[in-house]
T-cell receptor
Framework: EAQVTQNPRYLITVTGKKLTVTCSQN?????MSWYRQDPGLGLRQIYYSMNVEVTDKGDVPEGYKVSRKEKRNFPLILESPSPNQTSLYFCASSVTGGGGQPQHFGDGTRLSIL | SQKIEQNSEALNIQEGKTATLTCNYT??????LQWYRQDPGRGPVFLLLIRENEKEKRKERLKVTFDTTLKQSLFHITASQPADSATYLCALCPTDSWGKFQFGAGTQVVVTP
């Protein structure tokens, strides 16, 4: 089954404790992206990757890191999480990143930073 | 500044009627505009996309229009059903920033029997 898999689905942690949210897709998509969703603000893009070893900042990259060493994986790293990073996070993938192909989203990761 | 806006008020509609949602954008020149459905606590699910040179696109009970002069897309759900109740998001990718998607905040649709 074609899917985007995020882990963990839920995480409660404390300020400053490094964490990684994994994202994997099995559709051989070139494009992958991370979003956060907060009430009233909609989906905001954190980072995206047009292909392996190519990553770029979205609208809200501060406090986050990403890497794209393999086509299927695009982990999101919070080196020193803070409470303002408490949010619902989504990973997405697409054949290409130009908008002419649909994005496939994971089921989300709900992060709470205390 | 660049903005993509959807009506933040929930749209309450009776079963069988047509729901019409609006997506307006400013200071973008997108080649495509996409529409997604999102259920509470779930990831968005792709519904339709429309190209800048297409006026209208249909898929079953869904219809999307795209007016690049007005900088507006309309999303219609005809013969609405309670199962259509969800939040609907529009999204675009600027032609000068491939990969950098912008999403509207979404409009909640509630269809009552």
């Amino acid at each position: 089954e074609a899917q985007v898999t995020q882990n963990p689905r839920y995480l409660i942690t404390v300020t400053g404790k490094k964490l990684t949210v994994t994202c994997s897709q099995n559709m051989n998509h070139e494009y992958m992206s991370w979003y956060r969703q907060d009430p009233g603000l909609g989906l905001r893009q954190i980072y995206y990757s047009m292909n392996v070893e190519v990553t770029d900042k979205g609208d809200v990259p501060e406090g986050y890191k990403v890497s794209r060493k393999e086509k299927r994986n695009f982990p999101l790293i919070l080196e020193s999480p803070s409470p303002n990073q408490t949010s619902l996070y989504f990973c997405a993938s697409s054949v290409t990143g130009g908008g002419g192909q649909p994005q496939h989203f994971g089921d989300g990761t709900r992060l709470s930073i205390l | 500044s660049q903005k993509i806006e959807q009506n933040s008020e929930a749209l309450n509609i009776q079963e069988g009627k047509t729901a019409t949602l609006t997506c307006n954008y400013t200071n973008y020149s997108p080649a495509y505009l996409q529409w997604y459905r999102q259920d509470p606590g779930r990831g968005p699910v792709f519904l339709l996309l429309i190209r800048e040179n297409e006026k209208e696109k249909r898929k079953e009970r869904l219809k999307v229009t795209f007016d690049t002069t007005l900088k507006q897309s309309l999303f219609h759900i005809t013969a609405s059903q309670p199962a259509d109740s969800a939040t609907y998001l529009c999204a675009l990718c600027p032609t000068d920033s491939w990969g950098k998607f912008q999403f509207g905040a979404g409009t909640q649709v509630v269809v009552t029997p």
